[in-house]
């Protein structure tokens, strides 16, 4: 079956944009994770949705912001972009909460501020 | 609050030897499950093996096997007969036993494989 797939793969934009990033999960997962991760800071939680709904958020500005579809494709912005949020992005989805529930991981999208 | 201490940033094997990366964990919930993940330098992470708390045996995924002590909150990952393709970004993970707990990494540590 399909695995969790991240668009773009790839992003260069410029410090004061916005920027939109897609996952779509494996079919019948309704759980979906994004972590923000740095060579300084690691894998950092940014929120998690399933069905639709925000259940936990990290500790990240309002600048980050996300989003649920009813088919459980998820999506995140970030809006006026600085320096520092250049990182691989990656998104997980699970097929629910739960202990014995890890995460499948995407191939992440790799932004890049300048 | 949950934690997850990996001490080695980095190790080196011999390709063929056996490797074991350590880990410990901080939780005070009962029930959790451990997790061990794989990060290649392209990016993805991928699930390599899964403990549960309440789990008596230790997991074995092929030549993956983990070390589980639960009075020591210890969940080493023991690679055997490694191989060059090992060499990774290795991280392990925690989810605790709250409906909406979120997935917890530790900050990882980077095998590199010897030929």
């Known amino acids: 079956k399909a695995g969790v797939t991240q668009t773009p793969r790839y992003l260069i934009k410029t410090r004061g944009q916005q920027v939109t990033l897609s996952c779509s999960p494996i079919s019948g997962h309704r759980s979906v994770s994004w972590y923000q991760q740095t060579p300084g800071q690691g894998l950092q939680f940014l929120f998690e949705y399933f069905s639709e709904t925000q259940r936990n958020k990290g500790n990240f500005p309002g600048r980050f912001s996300g989003r649920q579809f009813s088919n459980s494709r998820s999506e995140m912005n970030v809006s006026t972009l600085e320096l520092g949020d250049s990182a691989l992005y990656l998104c997980?989805?699970?097929?629910?909460?739960?202990?014995?529930?890890?995460?499948?991981f995407g191939s992440g999208t790799r932004l890049t501020v300048v | 609050a949950q934690k997850i201490t990996q001490t080695q940033p980095g190790m080196f094997v011999q390709e063929k030897e056996a490797v074991t990366l350590d880990c410990t964990y901080d939780?005070?919930?009962?029930?959790?499950?451990l997790f061990w993940y794989k990060q290649p330098s392209s990016g993805e992470m991928i699930f390599l093996i899964y403990q549960g708390s309440y789990d008596q045996q230790n997991a074995t995924e092929g030549r993956y096997s983990l070390n589980f002590q639960k009075a020591r909150k210890s969940a080493n990952l023991v690679i055997s007969a490694s191989q060059l393709g090992d060499s990774a970004m290795y991280f392990c993970a925690m989810r605790g036993g709250t409906s909406y707990d979120k997935v917890i990494f530790g900050p990882g540590t980077s095998l590199s494989v010897i030929p």
């Open positions: 939780t005070s919930d009962p029930s959790y499950g």
């Open positions: 997980a989805s699970s097929f629910a909460s739960g202990v014995s529930y890890g995460y499948t």
